[in-house]
């Protein structure tokens, strides 16, 4: 086993789309008394300490392949967390002392996020109990993470609005009312399905197959892929924003 | 004094305009030897420890604060740099035994920066050598302080993309031309001084004033500022965007 860096952690907020609700994905926290009685049970991000010769990027990209088995999975450095009060509630501290760790001790993490979509990943979660939770929903998280989260949804929105990055959440076809329907759930607004189309069209990378859905209650509607080819190609100069 | 914390670090990027070019602010490092012989002498950014007791948004700000005699100065936390090997050239491993730091200790930096404009600040250096260099003539900097500056000029330019954060670059009364010159410089593009000057009058919150410049040769040009509050009364939903 690799040394592990006593300070450095990295944090990964895994969101999650299902076609219905963003979510991420929190592992379940357990303390037991010496007994094995249940003290408390909550839920953390995925996350941990990296290791001495690891580079975080690497930490992070380690963390996620456990995960998922994949490797390339996109990943974005979004924040760094070092108040130094961040390890100060109790149930933290007695946490860290049942895992060997000294909660006096200062660890800085740094946050990533990563984008699936939780039809299409399998989830390697070893011995850890994780689950989905709408990111509207989550209740108390441990440590700082429900600060983390909130800043990586944040910065998703901006970086969303800034560049093709929403089609990790879909499959790789998928029809402009699962493309509608997921710009919704990240920006919690509606939009008018006509105008919705009438934007789109103006996409030239988002590409029109020459096939439609199978195995739909209703009448089966165009696929469509996101090119980065054409993307590349065809995008604006920056000043398509704002002085 | 505080105790230093020897594993973390802020690095601050300072971006100073100057109405002609985007410069960085550099700090002078020497090295000399036992007998007073100059062994070196390089460029780094602005950074230092922080202290224990200390938020790393607080570290940066008093490293600011010291440099500029101004509290509450736009600051920007846009990336953590943690590579094993950041510390690993010769020449900063010599500097960092001069000063009494091991260089086999790791230290993750969390990058920072800010926007100033030159010609409104006085500079509060200390017994630092401290210079203005224009960001595309900077030569080789210290540690990895080459790669911090070149991720703070990509998310700057994002950043400028996405909201008003440029105006932070002048003065609060400004010429149309000084504010097309700013974007050029920026992006290193040109614009067509009409199409700019269309794009501008849409823009309700750069606001004209009852003032011309003064004390300039040619003939006075028409004075304008940014109204923040205008900018967020009128700012138009995230879909103007891209999908």
Redesign the interface.
């Known amino acids: 086993m690799p040394a592990i860096?006593p300070?450095?952690s990295v944090d990964c907020v895994i969101f999650g789309y299902d076609f219905k609700d963003l979510n991420v994905l929190l592992v379940e926290r357990t303390l037991l008394s010496e007994k094995g009685d249940l003290i408390f049970t909550d839920h953390t991000l995925l996350g941990n300490h990296?290791y001495?010769?690891?580079?975080?990027d690497e930490a992070a990209m380690r963390i996620l392949k456990e995960l998922t088995g994949f490797e390339n999975i996109f990943l974005e450095?979004f924040?760094?967390f070092?108040?130094?009060k961040r390890l100060e509630n109790e149930k933290d501290r007695q946490w860290l002392r049942s895992i060997g760790f000294d909660p006096d001790n200062?660890v800085?993490t740094?946050g990533y996020y990563s984008l699936l979509n939780c039809k299409e990943v399998t989830l390697h979660a070893g011995n850890r109990r994780v689950c989905w939770v709408p990111v509207n929903i989550v209740g108390d998280l441990a440590f700082d993470h429900n600060l983390i989260l909130a800043k990586a949804y944040e910065d998703l929105?901006?970086k969303?609005?800034?560049?093709?990055i929403a089609y990790q959440f879909l499959p790789r076809k998928f029809t402009l009312s699962q493309?509608q329907k997921l710009?919704e759930v990240i920006?919690n607004?509606r939009?008018d399905k006509r105008n919705f189309r009438k934007?789109?069209a103006r996409?030239k990378y988002?590409v029109p197959l020459n096939e439609k859905q199978k195995g739909v209650a209703h009448k089966p509607a165009q696929l469509y892929m996101f090119s980065r080819e054409v993307f590349e190609m065809t995008k604006k100069?920056?000043?398509?924003?704002?002085?």
Chains 1, 2 share one sequence.
């Open positions: 860096n300070n450095i990296i001495e010769e690891e580079d975080i450095q924040h760094t070092a108040h130094p200062r800085i740094v929105k901006l969303v609005m800034l560049g093709p493309l710009y920006f607004i939009f934007k789109v996409m988002l100069g920056v000043f398509e924003f704002t002085i």
